[in-house]
C-alpha cells in the first residue's frame, strides 16, 4: 500500500512566522501535490511537482512556496504566516505523467495560524 | 476551462436503500473522472476511475460510477446504502488532453441512517 505521511496532524503557528509542512511518500512516485482544503470549497491546488527540483503553481499559490530536494519529499512553505492561511493542508502524490493513475493522500496537517 | 460540479451538499438515505451522489463535468477533451472519500479527520481515499472503456466502473466498498458522455455526468452510485457509509464524497476531473491538473467539486456529504 502506498503510504503519504504528513509531519504533522495539528499544528498552530502566529502570525508573520515562517511555516514548513512536510511530506514524505514510500512508493517513488513521480508527482507530489500540495492541496488546502476549507468548509464549502473543496480541494484547492496549490503547487504540484512532477519531478525532483521542478514545480508547478497550482490555483492558490500565493504566500506559500514548496521545496522538493528529493524524489519522496515534497514542503510546503509559508513564507510569513497569515490568519487566512488557516486551514486543513493535504498532500498527495501519483504514479507517471499520464494523469489517469489516482492520488494517493495524506492524513492532512490542521494549521491554525493566530 | 475544466470544472466540476457537486450539485447536492448533502444526500441523506436510509441504510439499506440505494444511494446516489451526483457529478457533472465540463473538459474540452476526453475526460480523467475519479471518485473519492474522506472519512472525518483523514485524507481522501481512491474509490474508482474512469479513463476509457466501459461506462459503468466498479470501485471499492460496492460502489459503482456510470459514464454518460451526452449528459457529461459521472454520478457515484451505490445498492445498499450502509451507516458505515457515511461521509464526504469528492468528484474529481482532468482533461486527458490537455495535461491539466485535477480539478476537484465541492464535495457532497452522505449521511446513511440505521
Known amino acids: 500500500d502506498v503510504k503519504v505521511t504528513q509531519s504533522s496532524r495539528y499544528l498552530v503557528k502566529r502570525t508573520g512566522e515562517k511555516v514548513f509542512l512536510e511530506c514524505v511518500q514510500d512508493?517513488?512516485?513521480?508527482?507530489m501535490f500540495w492541496y488546502r482544503q476549507d468548509p464549502g470549497l473543496g480541494l484547492r491546488l496549490i503547487y504540484f511537482s512532477y519531478d525532483v527540483k521542478m514545480k508547478e503553481k497550482g490555483d492558490i499559490p500565493e504566500g506559500y512556496s514548496v521545496s522538493r530536494e528529493k524524489k519522496e519529499r515534497f514542503s510546503l512553505i509559508l513564507e510569513s504566516a497569515s490568519t487566512n492561511q488557516t486551514s486543513m493542508y493535504l498532500c498527495?502524490?501519483?504514479?507517471?505523467?499520464?494523469?489517469?493513475?489516482?492520488?494517493?493522500f495524506g492524513d492532512g496537517t490542521r494549521l491554525s495560524i493566530l | 476551462a475544466q470544472s466540476v460540479a457537486q450539485p447536492e451538499d448533502q444526500v441523506n438515505v436510509a441504510e439499506g436503500n440505494p444511494l446516489t451522489v451526483k457529478c457533472t463535468y465540463s473538459v474540452s477533451g476526453n475526460p480523467y473522472l475519479f471518485w473519492y472519500v474522506q472519512y472525518p479527520n483523514r485524507g481522501l481515499q481512491f474509490l474508482l476511475k474512469?479513463?476509457?472503456?466501459?461506462?459503468l466502473v466498479k470501485g471499492s466498498y460496492g460502489f459503482e460510477a456510470e459514464f454518460n458522455k451526452s449528459q457529461t455526468s459521472f454520478h457515484l452510485k451505490k445498492p445498499s446504502a450502509l451507516v458505515s457509509d457515511s461521509a464526504l464524497y469528492f468528484c474529481?476531473?482532468?482533461?486527458?488532453?490537455?495535461?491539466?491538473?485535477?480539478?476537484f467539486g465541492k464535495g457532497t456529504t452522505l449521511s446513511v441512517s440505521s
Open positions: 512508493m517513488d512516485h513521480e508527482n
Open positions: 474512469y479513463i476509457t472503456g466501459d461506462n
Open positions: 498527495a502524490s501519483s504514479l507517471g505523467r499520464g494523469g489517469y493513475q489516482p492520488q494517493h
Open positions: 474529481a476531473v482532468r482533461d486527458g488532453q490537455a495535461g491539466t491538473a485535477l480539478i
